[in-house]
Structures are given as structure tokens and as C-alpha cells.
């Protein structure tokens, strides 16, 4: 009689004869005991493995399994108990929060050039450029947008240079736009943290010395962990300013936004914009072409541009960006300064 011990796993390698003869045997031992040890035959060199050791191998990669839920589970209940139940770690919860309901900019060329068709609620998004590159033209057109959404929208002017008329030709609803004009910087951050909804905080912002770039920080910190609950899009309108470089570097002029570090490192999404141009329409002037450069983005890949068209008094040119996509797509053919629509000659003014 041959018998195998249920916890070691033995291989045998034998001739056909000792084969048969074995398997004759371990067949009538297991009839004669009543017990049904299973074996498997495994390759062509004759492997007989009791299936018992397989069931024991997966008892015990199922008690793994639970002693390593219970611990996961223990250290989650302590996660709760010493934090906060936000601080739970939770896929479900990780990977919803990166499907973000979006805020279009106005221009469907800067919608595209941005990956994901817009600006995402509860970040922090700042644009900046040199002087008279119509930022706040661009700003007017995400506000106007966000109403379009159902959503409230506040415009706090530090240089209090908001035209109102500029805005409702636009297309802002300004009855319903909380405008302020806070008289420094130091209030508006103050301001800005105060209109987030938020739970309780103990954070408070400024002091008697304290700089401005410390306030900017400790306004972003307390505000930046808010905004993705109460799903609130903050859009700075920054300005740049020339930085003297060191000597090894020959003392070239590097350009740089104001407020420091701060918000270049809590923004999700940083877009300069510079002018390109100008439009005309025989020998008078009626907008200017800017470019957008997204250099950086959180949600996709940056570094990308998009061209856009702005008319005094009116805004983005929505139609020209239209008719570009259309004809780098296929769908409008484009011959001189003609378009062709299925046939028909469209001709450019």
C-alpha cells in the first residue's frame, strides 16, 4: 500500500509499468478505505499530485485574504477616529472625483486645446498675460457661460476696471453678478475665502506682518480643499512682470506673475495669453487676435495652443473658429478665401 502525506506535495517520475501499477493500486487502497483523494496528472513525464494539497493552498490564501481585509478595514475605522471621514481612501470615490462637471471658455478652439472641453469645477484656474491682451475679456466669457449653467458668479475687480457695458455686450447677465471692487489685494484674498462654502475652519488669513505672498498661501490652503465639495471654479486674472536673472544667465529679463509661488503651485490649469495681432476690416481696426498657451494642466496633457479671435464690443468670434475646425476636419472645403459647403460657393466678406 502506498500512502502520501496530505501536506507535501510529491512528484513522482516512472516508467509506464511502474505507472500502471501505481495507479492500480492507490485506486483499490481508496476503494477499500472509502476515501476519495483526488490525483491530477500533470505533464508527459508522469506527475501525480494529490488535489488535496491544491485545497490546502487555497485555505490558506483565503485566510490571507480576510487577515489582510481585517487589517485594511482597522486601518481605515483609525483613519477616521484621528482625521476626519474625508480623509478615507476610497477608488470609487478617487475615480469620481476626476469626472468634474466643466465650464466652457467661450471658445471651442480653447475648449479643444484644454483636452477636456472646458474649465472643471472646484479647481483653481489662473490666466495671466501682458497688458491690453483682453483677459478680462476672456474671463467676461467664462462667467457668461457659468450663468448659462444655472451658476452664481462674483467678480471681484482689485484695478476696478470692469466696463458693465463691455460685459452685457458680451452677453453677462450683470443683474445677477456680484461685482466688488475690494481697495487691496489683501482684501480680496480675504474675500475669496469667505465666499467658498465651507464647513468650520480655524485658518485665518493676513496679519500685521505677514506679506503678501504668505497670505496668498494661507488663503489657497484654506480655500484649495473646499472647492472640489462645493464644486466652485476660482479663475485668477494675473499680470506679468519682467525678473532680472542672475549674470551666469547674461542678465536677460525673464518674465514672471505676480503673488510668488503660491498660485502657480495650487492652480490645476495656468493659461498665458499673448496678442498676435490685430484685425481690421479695410483700415479700421475691430479686434485683435490672441494666443492661448495652456502651460500647465492637471487633467491632460499641456503645452498646447489655441487661436482666437476677439472683436471690440462683442467678444470671441465663435463663426471663424467654426469654419477653421470644419475645414481642417474635412467637413468645408476651402478654395482662396471661398468656402465650399456640399457644393455651394460661400464667399468670405
Not at 507535501?8 to 509506464?16: D, E, N, T
Not at 488535496?52 to 481605515?76: P, V, W, Y
Not at 483613519?79 to 471651442?108: A, H, N
Request: glycine share 8%; proline share 3%.
Amino acid at each position: 500500500m502506498v500512502s502520501f502525506r496530505p501536506r507535501i506535495v510529491r512528484s513522482l517520475r516512472l516508467s509506464a509499468f511502474a505507472r500502471t501499477h501505481l495507479f492500480s493500486l492507490l485506486s483499490s487502497s481508496h476503494h477499500q478505505s472509502g476515501r476519495r483523494e483526488g490525483f491530477t496528472w500533470i505533464g508527459t513525464h508522469g506527475r501525480y499530485m494529490l488535489s488535496a494539497e491544491f485545497a490546502h493552498d487555497e485555505l490558506q490564501d483565503d485566510a490571507r485574504a480576510i487577515e489582510k481585509d481585517t487589517a485594511l478595514r482597522l486601518a481605515f475605522s483609525w483613519i477616521v477616529g484621528d482625521y476626519c471621514k474625508e480623509s478615507m481612501l476610497s477608488l470609487q470615490r478617487f475615480f469620481g472625483s476626476q469626472r468634474l462637471p466643466l465650464i466652457s471658455t467661450g471658445s471651442l478652439k480653447l475648449d479643444l486645446a484644454l483636452s477636456i472641453g472646458g474649465l472643471p469645477q472646484g479647481r483653481i484656474v489662473e490666466m495671466y498675460g501682458q497688458k491690453a491682451s483682453v483677459k478680462t475679456t476672456l474671463a467676461l466669457h467664462i462667467i457668461k457661460e457659468a450663468q448659462k449653467l444655472g451658476g452664481y458668479c462674483a467678480y471681484l475687480d482689485v484695478e476696478n476696471s470692469l466696463d458693465p457695458s463691455l460685459a452685457e455686450s458680451i452677453g453677462v447677465n450683470t443683474q445677477n453678478l456680484l461685482i466688488s471692487q475690494p481697495d487691496s489685494a489683501e482684501n480680496l484674498l480675504c474675500m475669496v475665502a469667505d465666499l467658498v462654502p465651507q464647513l468650520e475652519t480655524d485658518v485665518v488669513i493676513g496679519g500685521n506682518h505677514i506679506d503678501i505672498q504668505s497670505q496668498m498661501t494661507q488663503a489657497l490652503q484654506k480655500i484649495h480643499y473646499l472647492l472640489c465639495h462645493s464644486q466652485t471654479l476660482i479663475v485668477f486674472v494675473n499680470q506679468v512682470r519682467s525678473e532680472v536673472t542672475s549674470v551666469k544667465d547674461s542678465g536677460r529679463a525673464e518674465e514672471v506673475t505676480c503673488g510668488g509661488n503660491a498660485l502657480r503651485f495650487y492652480a490645476a490649469i495656468r493659461m498665458r495669453i499673448s496678442r498676435t495681432g490685430l484685425l481690421k476690416t479695410e483700415d479700421k481696426v475691430t479686434g485683435l487676435g490672441i494666443c492661448v498657451q495652456v502651460v500647465k494642466n492637471k487633467l491632460a496633457p499641456p503645452m498646447k495652443k489655441a487661436e482666437v479671435d476677439i472683436q471690440f464690443e462683442r467678444g470671441i468670434c465663435c463663426e471663424p473658429e467654426v469654419l477653421h475646425l470644419a475645414c481642417e476636419h474635412g467637413l468645408i472645403l476651402k478654395e482662396g478665401t471661398n468656402f465650399v459647403i456640399e457644393g455651394e460657393v460661400l464667399e468670405n466678406p
